[in-house]
């Protein structure tokens, strides 16, 4: 069999380029036919790319980071066994590849990622394990001279945003935890704790993890709340401390170096990071948006303190039982509610030949603004007016285990009709959130946290959050726009009001 070139095909939606994110085989590897070749980044989503033949890979024709337009050849196929070389002045793959899968060492615990070459706003379940990018610089961590304590294998970590993790330092007592035995146990949930504010506006205030993983956080000052966890059930295991703590200290190690002159004059000053994928779509549409539709803006303050009595009801639930259950669950229900009453809400301004049109829409695709290691994404949950409260739970969930994963493709945010964003999350109060292109309005949601609060005459203490709406006033005037406002409101003040 001669040498066959695969060309980056079309994968939908009309785009014209892609990025090779990461390379899955490397020269000399035997493929199958339909077996992963690459990861490739579009403007919409992150794809893997199946091989349609079958032999022996001979080059790799684009490098890693490098975007490329449909119709490019990325690799060649040869014979079974034959590993020639491409002779068409190939680009040579990363370095990377040529080098020996890196291990992770943390303290004594040695973690072999050599299997894995590669917060919806705050929120959500975790995602299903997925593969990390190898490090661009081909650098490993450096393992301690320890022996390693043997670690039952475990999925592949989410992909890290931190530059390239150092080398293992001499492990501090409190870091010699992560020798501790592990546990037959089944994870315990935590649950929440007055006073965390934002952390309890998540998808997921309680954490799964095991006794001896809760040890190692606490002895190492790991807020549980901010870790991805893999384990099967959900639950936060050993090796994703290690990564959490290796790509925390990173962090840390770069912020003391980031105002540090150059050492040789020559060096710039100024990083230069280009705009592609998902940023440049995102981008483009934002300022779309931006300019286009005429934005208006209001916010009110809500005393949420039924809703998170609901909400610890619904936890204790034999109905809701292993359903991650947020406030953002009774927001995104008081939406749909709101919308019903308020349809102009729920619709689209369409230009046409034949003049400027409003689309009042009868069903609701309800998006959640998803913060992502690939930069912002909007998925929807398709005919969300038809879902019970646990049927929506269950939906919120899955897009956000979607969303952390990269998984979430095209057609998931395709055709939202209104979208919620959760930035209190983060501990954000509030905001004035650009309008997604398609849709008339927005809601942001802000943090949930005590504050007085004057009651028949009493000024005690309540669970306050605050929305913010932003509203296309070519469809939806000020009073629509307050209307709509003050019935979420309703809602997030009294859910019973659901039953009506």
């Known amino acids: 069999m001669s040498t066959q070139k695969f060309n980056l095909p079309d994968v939908g939606e009309g785009l014209t380029e892609a990025e090779i994110v990461s390379w899955k085989v490397k020269v000399g590897d035997t493929v199958a036919i339909n077996d992963v070749l690459c990861e490739i980044e579009t ?16 080059a790799l024709l684009v490098p890693e980071g490098q975007t490329v337009e449909v ?86 970590e989410p992909p890290v945003l931190a530059a390239p993790v150092p080398p293992a330092r001499p492990a501090t007592p409190a870091q010699q935890t992560l020798q501790a035995s592990e546990a037959a146990t089944a994870p315990v949930a935590e649950e929440e704790r007055p006073g965390l504010g934002g952390a309890l506006t998540g998808l997921v205030s309680r954490v799964l993890a095991k006794p001896p993983v809760r040890k190692i956080a606490r002895d190492l000052g790991i807020d549980l709340a901010l870790v991805t966890p893999t384990g099967a059930r959900g639950e936060v295991t050993r090796e994703d401390l290690v990564s959490y703590q290796a790509q925390r200290e990173a962090e840390l190690d770069q912020a003391g170096k980031f105002w540090t002159p150059p050492a040789k004059n020559a060096e710039r000053r100024i990083e230069r990071i280009p705009v592609k994928g998902v940023r440049k779509a995102t ?5 779309d948006s931006a300019f286009q539709a005429p934005h208006v803006s209001i916010f009110v303050d809500i005393d949420a303190s039924r809703t998170m009595e609901f909400v610890q009801r619904l936890k204790k639930s034999r109905d809701f039982e292993g359903i991650k259950v947020s406030p953002l669950l009774i ?100 905001g004035t959130p650009i309008i997604n292109p398609g849709e008339v309005a927005i809601v942001a949601f802000g943090t949930i946290k005590q504050k007085p609060w004057v009651v028949s005459g009493e000024v005690i203490p309540r669970w306050i959050t605050t929305l913010g709406g932003s509203f296309d006033h070519r469809v939806v005037d000020g009073d629509l726009s307050a209307r709509f406002m003050a019935d979420v409101a309703a809602i997030m003040e009294e859910p019973a009001l659901l039953l009506d």
């Open 283 to 287: 981008a483009k549409a934002m300022v």
């Open 331 to 430: 927001l995104a229900k008081a939406v749909i509610w709101a919308a019903a009453r308020n349809p102009s809400v729920n619709s689209e301004w369409v230009s046409g030949p034949d003049g400027d049109e409003i689309h009042v829409k009868h069903f609701m695709n309800l998006g959640i603004a998803a913060a992502t290691p690939r930069g912002l994404l909007v998925p929807n949950i398709k005919d969300a007016q038809d879902l019970s409260l646990k049927e929506l739970a269950v939906a919120l969930n899955e897009l956000a285990t979607t969303a952390r994963a990269g998984k979430t493709t095209p057609a998931d945010m395709r055709g939202g009709t209104l979208t919620v964003t959760n930035v209190g999350a983060l501990g954000i109060d509030t």
């Open 71 to 156: 119709g490019t050849p990325i690799i060649a196929v040869g014979a079974a066994g034959d590993a020639a070389a491409a002779d068409d002045g190939a680009a040579p793959a990363q370095p990377s590849e040529a080098v020996e899968p890196p291990r992770l060492a943390y303290g004594t615990l040695a973690v072999d990622d050599s299997e894995a070459p590669g917060p919806l706003v705050g929120s959500g379940p975790k995602a299903d394990a997925v593969k990390r990018r190898p490090r661009r610089n081909g650098a490993a961590p450096v393992a301690q001279p320890a022996p390693a304590v043997p670690v039952p294998a475990a999925p592949a």
């Open 43 to 58: 403007a919409k989503s992150l794809v893997e790319l199946p091989s349609p033949f079958a032999g022996t890979v001979t």
